[in-house]
């Protein structure tokens, strides 16, 4: 549309100045005649064409001059945006292959733990199936169905306890594991700080086995540090998509004494860890009081250990309160649990060098939270108030909950929890 307006102004104005040049033309005529009146209006008609052509370029000219510039200048800045977006992607390449190779370094980290606890998982089997006197039939061992505590009354001699090895030997074959997570609470705000991880056996009827029931036959059988690794995978897969919501959430990982003392597999465990420390501010690791006073310097410097990279020891089980707060601040301790009842009315027959209302000013002196579990009613709450308690455990605030299936699976298949499928609970 432009260029139809830009040639209708110049025929125009060729018109108007063919017009003025005849015009004086014939002016001329009337004093020098019709000749040179017209030669002189045809060259003067040619020479204003010419200045204006001569115009017309000159104002092209600087037209395109001034586009010339613009696309210098845009073609610069092209190229420095260019050069931006292929420097940003370098490093967005660098920092995926760099996060890539760690998290293959960890998949492969768990993939030979993995393969070692699997092959360590048989080897014990072998190494105690000899010791066992009678290997009962799965239709021997199975228990009649009803409450857990009839479970474990149903395994009291020597051939029941076998069949509740193999009842513990099937469903670790079978990977029926599963993870159940109590809530840990503030007080007193009552905000959810903490899960607790706790594992559960099932037999081949679904049945619940719990920790108080296979724990013992586990470990005297050396298969408790492979209940222990198969919690501690759970606990790292639900650790970080608990992370990727929020980071204030951390789990408290129970192991077993057996597993501190298993020299064996304790070194895998530090490697694999030491893999994982990303997540030490999630993880706590929980030890029962008579572990870590059985751990010895081997099993103290073990836990130093885990402690050195960032992870966190709490103390659960406590029987004694005559403890040397010093040495677990030295060695890595950072929560002890104390149940409820021992703080509300048991102080002086736990050992207790203070009074309750004291107790929290003596652990804070050493670096440790208080936790009070077996929380079970308000009152013992308001109690816990006055003693001023860091968190809370207990059915009053949650009781265990199975995680669920889809919470569990692996982040990508190469995860170890794709080689022992998931189940879901009870």
């Avoid at 069949?163 to 009552?190: G, K």
């Avoid at 893999?275 to 751990?295: M, P, S, T």
């Avoid at 709450?381 to 909950?401: C, I, K, N, S, T």
Wanted: proline share 3%; with cysteine; net charge positive.
């Amino acid at each position: 549309m432009s260029d139809r307006i830009s040639t209708v102004t110049k025929a125009l104005l060729t018109l108007s100045l063919f017009f003025v040049c005849a015009t004086l033309g014939a002016a001329m005529a009337l004093f020098t005649g019709w000749p040179v009146a017209i030669l002189s209006g045809v060259v003067g008609f040619v020479i204003v064409q010419q200045f204006m052509a001569s115009f017309a370029r000159r104002r092209d000219k600087r037209a395109m001059a001034k586009e010339m510039a613009h696309l210098r200048k845009s073609h610069l800045e092209f190229e420095t945006v260019l050069h931006e977006t292929r420097a940003r992607l370098g490093e967005v390449s660098g920092q995926f292959e760099q996060r890539a190779g760690a998290q293959e370094k960890k998949i492969v980290s768990e993939l030979k733990v993995l393969e070692s606890l699997m092959r360590d998982f048989a080897g014990k089997i072998s190494r105690n199936a000899a010791s066992v006197p009678h290997q009962p039939t799965r239709e021997e061992a199975r228990p009649q169905r009803g409450p857990a505590s009839a479970y474990v009354n149903t395994f009291s001699d020597k051939t029941d306890r076998s069949a509740l090895l193999e009842t513990i030997r099937s469903s670790l074959e079978d990977n029926r594991v599963d993870l159940y997570l109590q809530p840990m609470v503030s007080l007193p705000q009552r905000k959810l700080r903490y899960y607790e991880a706790l594992s559960r056996l099932r037999d081949h009827n679904g049945q619940i086995i719990m920790p108080a029931q296979y724990m013992q036959v586990a470990g005297q059988a050396g298969l408790m540090s492979v209940v222990d690794n198969l919690l501690l995978f759970r606990c790292v897969q639900i650790v970080r998509r608990l992370t990727q919501k929020s980071r204030d959430i951390g789990i408290f990982c129970n192991i077993s004494g057996d597993t501190l003392a298993d020299k064996e597999f304790f070194p895998q465990f530090l490697d694999y860890m030491r893999a994982n420390r990303d997540l030490a501010g999630q993880i706590i690791f929980e030890f029962n009081q008579e572990a870590v006073l059985k751990a010895g310097i081997e099993g103290e410097r073990n836990l130093a250990a885990l402690a050195t990279m960032g992870f966190a020891l709490s103390m659960d089980h406590v029987e004694s309160l005559a403890l040397d707060f010093l040495r677990l601040k030295a060695i890595g301790f950072r929560h002890l649990k104390v149940r409820a009842s021992t703080l509300t009315r048991g102080m002086n027959t736990a050992g207790a060098q203070v009074a309750a209302e004291d107790f929290k000013k003596l652990l804070t002196r050493h670096g440790l939270n208080l936790i009070a579990e077996h929380v079970e009613d308000e009152k013992t709450v308001l109690q816990l108030l006055d003693y001023a308690v860091d968190y809370a455990q207990g059915y009053l605030f949650g009781e265990p909950r199975a995680v669920r299936e889809d919470t569990l699976k692996p982040i990508s298949a190469l995860e170890p929890a794709a080689v022992i499928p998931l189940r879901r609970a009870g």
